[in-house]
């Protein structure tokens, strides 16, 4: 290894370690994706239709980003900003806080500014995980510059990428870690529980207008797109790992695209990240480790923080449930080191099986020896001793959780499947944001 490669290797650990904060300065993020539909039409929202909701979304002492002239991003100054998804599927990502009524009330207010603005260009938006209604052949692309590439490279990669990128939504949340031994058990914990957390919040039975026979038709979706970069992490079924062995298994994740200057670079499209880091043309720099990192769609995905995208997308209920569950059961040391535990231990085979099962049955699945619905009431009632030890006043983000899955036993799409009468009509009703 020549001293130009090992010193960058070396900074993408430091990167990595940089991300660390003392246990008071922890923070949470959650993003929320959202389907736009024309109210007339019912049909899913076009370039210009959706620039129209990000320039009413902008608030007068926020910032406007563009790509080749498109809007892409709204920024506030209070750090939310609204962001676009390859099929006009727009995201609100809330400013870090160290508590989740902070939270709250910015989704609170950022859906209240939708509400107004789709009202105004007589638009529906839809927080379910799965466009209920339109065909793969009927999504408007948003062609941003990078979605251009992906586009035709993620389509030699998985029969169901397009549905991916266009025909899916989530809740994401993000999370800090205090160390590096700190980082790896969360990364464990989240890639192992993400068929359960899936399965708790299932939220996409419904496709090209029908019943799809599926609980969550994202995790089906995502189960056949680019198993190079997507599902539960290899390294998350070791026992440990370390920094570096995450940066070996990053390098041969293959790239989807560089930046240059504003414009994508195509070259190492498809080749091991660690081929460009090799090459003498473009000079690569942690900048470029860091893009690389967030095209790694595995179910907990690592920048200098971490993010946990197991989640059907939903509501603001929805949402701040699943951020509630992840930050009690890992910001709290004994709920932790107890989810450790109980995270199934399984082979890179056994997950898939496990995955398969929870997006056709959800809380009903079993595989192997993992039944779901066990262990889903299970990490509900860690996340919320978790989070009665370090913040008893958010517990009550999981009380309406707690009730559906404890007493209940059912899932977002169980009650989707109850109520929708066979009626697109009632799907709209039942899900409007």
Wanted: with cysteine; net charge negative; hydrophobic share 40%.
């Amino acid at each position: 290894m020549n001293s130009k490669i090992k010193n960058l290797k070396a900074e993408f650990v430091d990167f990595l370690q940089k991300g660390a904060k003392p246990r008071q300065d922890w923070r949470c993020g959650v993003e929320v994706e959202l389907f736009g539909f024309d109210s007339e039409t019912r049909q899913r929202l076009d370039n210009e239709q959706v620039q129209a909701v990000l320039r009413g979304l902008a608030t007068p002492d926020g910032a406007l980003i563009f790509e080749s002239e498109a809007l892409v991003e709204t920024r506030d100054k209070s750090g939310g900003k609204w962001t676009i998804e390859p099929g006009g599927q727009i995201e609100f990502s809330s400013a870090p806080h160290s508590s989740l009524n902070a939270i709250e009330a910015d989704l609170q207010n950022a859906f209240a500014r939708l509400r107004q603005t789709s009202a105004e260009l007589n638009l529906t938006f839809l927080a379910i995980s799965f466009d209920p209604l339109r065909t793969i052949d009927e999504q408007n692309w948003f062609l941003k510059p990078r979605y251009k590439l992906m586009k035709p490279y993620l389509a030699t990669r998985g029969r169901r990428a397009w549905d991916m990128m266009t025909r899916t939504c989530s809740v994401q949340v993000n999370l800090d870690y205090e160390n590096e031994s700190d980082l790896i058990k969360k990364f464990i914990i989240g890639n192992r529980l993400a068929p359960t957390v899936a399965a708790i919040f299932a939220n996409s039975p419904f496709v090209d207008g029908a019943d799809s026979g599926c609980q969550s038709a994202r995790v089906k979706t995502w189960l056949e797109t680019d198993a190079n970069r997507c599902g539960v992490s290899p390294l998350a079924l070791q026992k440990e790992f370390s920094l570096s062995d995450f940066i070996e298994y990053a390098l041969d994740v293959p790239m989807l695209f560089a930046e240059r200057g504003g414009a994508y670079l195509q070259d190492f499209t498809g080749k091991p990240f660690r081929e460009f880091l090799a090459n003498e043309r473009y000079a690569p720099t942690v900048q470029d480790w860091q893009t690389h990192l967030t095209t790694i769609f595995t179910e907990v995905r690592l920048k200098n923080y971490l993010e946990f995208r197991a989640a059907d997308g939903g509501n603001l209920e929805h949402a701040l449930a699943v951020a509630a569950l992840w930050k009690g059961l890992l910001y709290d040391r004994q709920s932790l080191e107890e989810a450790l535990a109980i995270a199934p231990q399984l082979t890179a085979e056994q997950f898939v099986n496990l995955q398969t099962a929870v997006a056709k049955n959800g809380l009903r699945a079993v595989s192997g020896q993992t039944r779901i619905l066990e262990l889903a009431k299970e990490i509900i009632a860690l996340a919320t001793a978790g989070l009665r030890r370090i913040a008893p006043d958010e517990t009550r983000f999981l009380d309406a959780l707690s009730r559906r899955i404890l007493t209940a036993e059912k899932s977002p799409a169980d009650l989707l499947l109850e109520n929708w009468h066979g009626s697109m009509d009632k799907v709209f009703e039942l899900t409007v944001l």
